[in-house]
C-alpha cells in the first residue's frame, strides 16, 4: 500500500506520538497535517519526513485521496470536526475521550453510522496482548462468576504535567483525571469483562493545590450488570517521574476476582505478568501459573500493539473499538460527575 494519511490537530499532547506511529508504518507514505496554528504545521513540516501541510482542512475530507484521518483536539472542539469528517466518510482514528460528554458524542456516532464511516479510538488497551490474555481467561470460565474488579491508575503529579494546559480547564475538557486517563480503564472494564455498569458512586477533589478547575484524584464504586462490584481509583499523585506526557511514570493495577479465582496483571520493566490463581477446571490441578508477555520495543503510541491497531484499521480490518465503545464511556462519565456532584448513587443513563 502507498497511503496518505491526514493528522488534524498537532499541539495535543499525543499528536507527536500519532506522527510516530504513521511514520513507522511503511504502508503510509505521506501524512497530510493541519491545525489552526500555522507555527503548528511549519513546525511539524519541517520535523516528520512524510508531513506535507494540507491547503486547509477540506483537503483532508476526500476519501478516495485520504485513506484515514487521526483527529487530536481539545476535548471540547472535538464532535464537531468528528462530525464532519463521518459526513464526508473518511474513517477516523479518534483520540479519546472524544467528547465532553455523551450528549456531544451522540450526533458523532449518529453520523459515523448514517455515513457508513469507518471509526475508531484510540482505546489501545484493547490490543494489550496481557489484556487479551485476561479476557480470555474471564471468558473461558477461570474466575467463575464474577464478583470484583479493582482498577488503579496513578500517575504523575499536576505540576510536571503543566497546570496552563487545557487538560486541566473544564471548560475545555470536561474533566480531570477521570476523562483525561480514568477514560481507559473504564473502556478496559466493559472489554474484560463483557458487562455493562449500571450504577457510580464517586468522589472527586482537587487536593495539588495547583490552579486548576478539575479533579485531580477520583474513587468510583461501581456495579456492573452482573452484580459484580468494581472500583476505580485515579489519580495525578506521583511526586516523582518524568514530566510532561511521554512515558512520565504510572502506578497500575488490574485484578479481576470470582468465585473461583483470581488473576491480575503487572508490569515488570517491558514485561507485563498475568497471575492467574484459578480452582475451576482444567486450572484445579495446578491452580497457580503466570502467563509473561514481552513486548518489542517500537516508536509507535502505544508500542508494538498500538502499531498493529493503526495498521490493521487503515487495512480495513476490524479492530476492537467501535463509536459506541465511546458512547459507553462517556455515559459512565456523565453519571461519575453526576454522582460526585450530588452525593448519591447515580444510574448509567444509556442512549
Not at 485521496?65 to 487521526?70: I, K, L, P, T, Y
Not at 516508536?299 to 484499521?313: H, I, K, M, N, S
Amino acid at each position: 500500500m502507498n497511503l496518505t494519511v491526514g493528522m488534524i490537530g498537532l499541539t495535543h499532547p499525543h499528536s507527536q506520538p500519532h506522527l510516530q506511529t504513521l511514520h513507522a508504518l511503511d504502508d503510509v507514505a505521506q501524512v497530510l497535517v493541519w491545525d489552526e496554528d500555522p507555527a503548528a504545521r511549519r513546525a511539524c513540516r519541517e520535523r516528520w519526513p512524510k508531513a506535507r501541510e494540507a491547503g486547509s482542512l477540506a483537503a483532508m475530507l476526500n476519501p478516495a485521496e485520504v485513506a484515514a484521518v487521526v483527529v487530536a483536539l481539545p476535548n471540547r472542539e472535538t464532535p464537531a470536526i468528528l462530525q464532519q469528517v463521518a459526513a464526508e466518510r473518511v474513517p477516523i482514528l479518534a483520540e479519546k475521550p472524544c467528547a465532553r460528554s455523551a450528549a456531544e458524542f451522540l450526533p458523532v456516532l449518529q453520523s459515523a453510522q448514517q455515513a457508513g464511516t469507518p471509526f475508531t479510538a484510540f482505546y489501545l488497551w484493547r490490543r494489550h496482548p496481557a489484556m487479551l490474555a485476561i479476557r480470555d481467561l474471564v471468558r473461558s470460565g477461570a474466575l467463575g462468576r464474577l464478583t470484583s474488579v479493582e482498577l488503579r491508575m496513578v500517575t504523575t503529579q499536576v505540576r510536571l504535567r503543566d497546570p496552563s494546559h487545557w487538560l486541566f480547564q473544564r471548560e475545555i475538557a470536561g474533566g480531570g483525571i477521570l476523562s483525561w486517563l480514568g477514560c481507559h480503564w473504564l473502556d478496559l472494564l466493559r472489554y474484560l469483562t463483557g458487562q455493562e455498569v449500571e450504577t457510580v458512586a464517586a468522589m472527586l477533589d482537587t487536593i495539588s493545590g495547583e490552579a486548576i478547575d478539575v479533579e485531580d484524584v477520583a474513587s468510583l464504586g461501581m456495579r456492573l450488570s452482573g452484580g459484580a462490584m468494581a472500583s476505580l481509583y485515579a489519580g495525578y499523585l506521583l511526586a516523582g517521574g518524568r514530566p510532561g506526557y511521554i512515558a512520565p511514570g504510572y502506578d497500575q493495577a488490574v485484578i479481576l476476582r470470582g468465585t473461583e479465582g483470581v488473576v491480575s496483571h503487572r508490569a515488570e520493566g517491558n514485561e507485563h505478568i498475568v497471575a492467574l490463581e484459578s480452582h475451576a477446571a482444567p486450572w484445579a490441578a495446578s491452580p497457580r501459573c503466570e502467563y509473561r508477555f514481552s513486548l518489542p520495543d517500537s516508536p509507535a503510541y502505544g508500542g508494538q500493539y498500538g502499531l498493529e491497531f493503526v495498521r490493521d484499521f487503515l487495512a480495513g480490518q476490524e479492530v476492537p473499538v467501535a463509536a459506541v465503545d465511546v458512547l459507553r464511556v462517556l455515559e459512565i462519565l456523565d453519571a461519575a460527575y453526576a454522582s460526585a456532584a450530588a452525593g448519591r448513587v447515580m444510574a448509567v443513563e444509556r442512549r
